[in-house]
């Protein structure tokens, strides 16, 4: 994008946030209604509800129960472009630790029936709540430029399951196709720092549930079992060879077994083992690689230690990488380093190893949609500015997103989360003479 329009698209972004002071404390407002009221993926009754009926007020035209509970807001505004800005809604089972006056005290219910706390603990309220307010404003200014947009709110995204149903409910031939996604995530570097990454900024994952089957016995009479706990703890450590000595070290990957349960008393030698593992990688075929390696050592293992049959390995959860397409990361670039100055916006020298399936929507039918997704800060910025080092090794210290204690500095989050996703709009929806 030539500097000019850059500097057109930011003057033009800097018009339409002229309204973004007096809006800000409705914005808030629905942040800390989110905030205390978070649900559990695939369980956004409530917080769905709340999104269509703001999209409504707004003045979109709206659709609730895509793909379950995805909410669509559109709002065509003459010839011309049309973007889409993706939001997710979904929080997290995690018991809220941050102190805060608005701070959640919400359960929900898991698939298998238990009771747990929810907490959002990945900022998906911020999101949420800044795609409102930018859907606002840019309603409220709509004389000054011309496309369509295309809010689409979404639920399950920690479960990597609701960009999945929102597009196979035909989000892209019930509404307008775009012809660029856009989205972004908080992160915890200091608030008013956006972060691009051109190419893939997040990784490819393949969660599995491996269950290892034994002979169960007395504790007492190991010689009578299989053991499974023994099953497990082979495998666990063979596991850790993979990255260490199957894959190039230039690739990026992570085998991580999260879960492990067997058993229930010191003298029962349970009848079966259940390991959880996730993988990541930055392309399919290096995560095949990780998959088929998982594979050969957990059925080798239990093979080996005479279990009964072949243990069953289960992909529940999966993404592919999200891979930003290089003309449209830089374009929204110049315009948040032309309206926010380039001292603020930071690039990301890596993927970050987490995964979002935001990855979907850059591509239907076979047929590639451009599509970036950025990060933003939302630590208070004197906590940051306490720590030296790196970027990096300043974010390690903070707290972190999916701990009981991520506390984003709301209101200087919001303001430019609103700001990022107007101005990265306004980067392909052209202005009309005023
Ligand atoms: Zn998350
Ligand atoms: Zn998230």
Redesign the pocket.
Known sequence: MATDSAQEAAGLARTVLAGLDGLLPEVDALYQDLHTHPELSGAEVRTAGVIAAHYDAAGLEVTAGVGGLGVVGVLANGPGPVVAIRA?FDALPIAEDTGLPYASTATGIRPDGTTVPVMHA???DLHTASLVGAARLLVAQRDRWRGTLLLIAQPA??TMQGAKAMLGDGLFDRFPRPDVVLAQ?CAITRTGMVHHKPGIAYSACRNFRITIHGRGAHGAAPHWSVDPVLLAAQTIVLLQGIVAREVDPDEMTVLTVGSVHAGTRPNIIPPEAVLEVTLRATSEPVIDVLQAAMERIVNGVAATGRSPRPPEIELCEHTIAVDNDEAVTARVRAVHAELFGAADVIDLPEANK?S?DFAYYASHRGRRIPATMWFYGSTEAALWDAETGELRERMARMPG?HTPFYAPDRLPTLRRGVETLVAAALAFLPGRPA
């Open positions: 997710d990945c900022g998906h995204e920690e995530h987490g979002e997103q």
